[in-house]
């Protein structure tokens, strides 16, 4: 993307809607968005219980993923909550239709800002919102936090001073 951005992603069963909790999820679509532009970045599909991660699109974001965040340990030492975050690392908001707490405090800790939604969404009215906030002369807090450069680096919030 050759402007300031969000990387949004949306958890989905259908690829057409925000349809489903983080945890249930078959698979994650990534967009990068701006106030005038939309690009598709990748679809990632969480396989039932799969120990080898994610499969990613051919611009795969090299994270993996698993079906559910709170598997029972198999003793293997693998952790299906860290792989399926871990796909999203380098997004700035997910969107989807329930979360964990333990689910929203490891996509704190990557920056990731996580959307709840009750009612079952169109991706495409999900980003048309985006886009809404991101055309506003002073977009909220939380928006102009998660932006991301043109390189996909966050960009450096200068906060407000006081005159």
Known sequence: MDTPHLRVAMMTNSL???????????????YDVTAE????????YFGYGSKK??????????GKCCQMD?????GTGFDPLTERVNALVGCSLLFTKGLSDLAAYRL????????????VRDIDD????????????TPPLWVRRSMR?????????AHAQCA
Do not use: W
Not at 37 to 44: L, N, Q, R, S
Not at 127 to 135: F, W
Not at 149 to 157: K, M, N, P
């Open 126 to 137: 999900v980003i048309a919102q985006v886009q809404k906030l991101l055309q506003m002369n």
């Open 16 to 30: 057409i809607q925000v349809d489903v909790p983080f945890a249930a999820a078959k698979r994650v679509t990534i």
């Open 70 to 74: 709170e598997m029972e340990d198999d």
């Open 108 to 119: 704190h800790a990557h920056k990731i800002f996580p959307v709840n939604t009750e009612k």
């Open 149 to 157: 450069d043109v390189d996909g680096s966050r960009l450096v919030y």
């Open 53 to 62: 991660g994610a499969e990613m699109g051919k611009k795969g974001l090299g």
């Open 37 to 44: 532009k939309i690009e598709f970045v990748d679809a990632c």
